[in-house]
């Protein structure tokens, strides 16, 4: 079985995307379009595996068109295009919301009382093995960088929980990074967590203030959208997000563009 799947996986990631299909991720997300002509092959391949692997579906009466599938396989494929990528393997369904969604919440106050009541969302990452996402969401923070996309954060959120544990830490492929990572992004997240404090100007948003699962998450965000802002200002963090995910956007002639 696992043999089939291996020749099965080898054949889609060989497999290009149509020239329709390049054209419709091309105009629907533009830091797919930014890749490097020497990643676009492996991307399209990653994609292939994704779309053809997880199971996508419409909720709350959306109908997802390929046009949709597009454009959020190719931002989850972003996170898998270095060696070795397992491509989610505790994934199963990405659900799609026509927009954001109520869910009920507990949350502790400064007091360390629980709090229990409806939450908006525009994502989710189950570790049962689901992705849910806004499609306005999607669609908006897809098109355009504002710092913010929720493809990115819940799909880093799926690379965080593979070890069945939600800390910030995803699994890693050397001894070295493993060792390196809880510094580094420790170090980021209190630092974070006392500009908030202070009010000082910050690259990251309250809610990567949080807990290290949302910094990292937020972390994978920045890296895309902002990726020289994220190595002037936490030098350590973009280098490891970069030797992890063996991408340097810092260097993709796309991101020159005004904003």
């Not at 996986?9 to 830091?31: D, F």
């Not at 923070?141 to 799926?158: C, I, M, P, T």
């Not at 500009?195 to 990251?204: A, G, K, T, W």
């Not at 002037?232 to 963090?237: I, L, W």
């Amino acid at each position: 079985m696992f043999f089939l799947r291996g020749r099965r996986r080898k054949k889609l990631l060989e497999t290009p995307l149509s020239e329709v299909q390049r054209r419709l991720l091309r105009g629907a997300a533009p830091l797919c379009a930014a890749l490097p002509d020497t990643l676009r092959a492996r991307h399209e391949g990653v994609m292939q595996v994704l779309l053809a692997e997880k199971h996508f579906e419409g909720a709350g009466g959306l109908t997802l068109d390929p046009a949709m599938l597009l454009m959020i396989a190719g931002q989850a494929a972003l996170l898998q295009l270095r060696d070795g990528a397992d491509f989610y393997p505790g994934l199963d369904t990405v659900l799609v919301y026509p927009e954001a969604f109520v869910v009920n919440d507990e949350h502790w106050d400064e007091d360390g009382l629980v709090h229990e009541g409806p939450d908006e969302r525009s994502g989710e990452s189950w570790q049962r093995g689901v992705v849910v996402l806004s499609w306005q969401d999607v669609d908006r923070e897809s098109r355009k960088r504002d710092g913010y996309n929720v493809v990115l954060h819940e799909f880093a959120h799926q690379l965080d929980e593979q070890d069945g544990e939600a800390d910030g830490t995803p699994l890693l492929p050397t001894a070295a990074m493993t060792e390196r990572w809880p510094a580094v992004f420790q170090s980021a997240f209190e630092q974070h967590q006392r500009n908030q404090r202070r009010r000082r100007e910050v690259l990251f948003d309250a809610n990567a203030a949080e807990s290290p699962a949302e910094f990292f998450a937020t972390a994978v965000e920045i890296f895309f959208e902002y990726p020289r802002d994220l190595q002037r200002a936490f030098t350590d963090v973009y280098s490891l997000l970069a030797e992890y995910l063996e991408l340097d956007p810092s260097s993709w002639s796309e991101h020159d563009a005004p904003r």
